[in-house]
């Protein structure tokens, strides 16, 4: 079994455990590391954890670990998808959603609500639903 290094999985249970005020909050890498720790150090010398406890937690983790580093990867996956996308409405002629803007697509970016074109008149436009692209 490969256990992927901590380091890696450890900058990606931050933004996972924090992401909005109205979500259920949920228990990240760091966070089941250190439940499992405390539990280990605060355990009646006299009657230890079961070694099938152990185990078991000890699977858990590989599997924390292993899902964070699959979130990290789907979502720059996803990322260069979008980016891949945008890039190819470059030299494009494309019209806002409600008809008030067009232009030729000088640049775009991404940004967490989404990707937005700059034309090449200077205006910008949000890509989304409704948005029309025409041929060069």
Do not use: C, R
């Not at 006299?46 to 599997?63: G, N, W």
């Not at 980016?83 to 019209?95: D, F, K, N, R």
């Amino acid at each position: 079994m490969t256990v992927s290094p901590v380091s890696s999985a450890t900058s990606n249970s931050s933004a996972h455990s924090s992401s909005s005020a109205n979500s259920v909050p949920t228990l990240g890498y760091n966070d089941f590391l250190t439940l499992l720790t405390t539990e280990l150090k605060n355990q009646d010398p006299t009657q230890p954890m079961d070694p099938t406890q152990m185990v078991t937690q000890l699977a858990t983790i590989s599997q924390v670990g292993q899902s964070a580093q699959m979130n990290s990867t789907l979502s720059s996956m996803l990322t260069m998808n979008s980016l891949s996308q945008a890039e190819q409405l470059i030299g494009h002629t494309i019209t806002s959603a409600d008809g008030t803007v067009t232009g030729k697509v000088a640049s775009v970016s991404l940004t967490g609500s989404g990707s937005i074109a700059t034309l090449t008149n200077g205006k910008t436009v949000s890509l989304g639903d409704g948005v029309t692209v025409s041929a060069q």
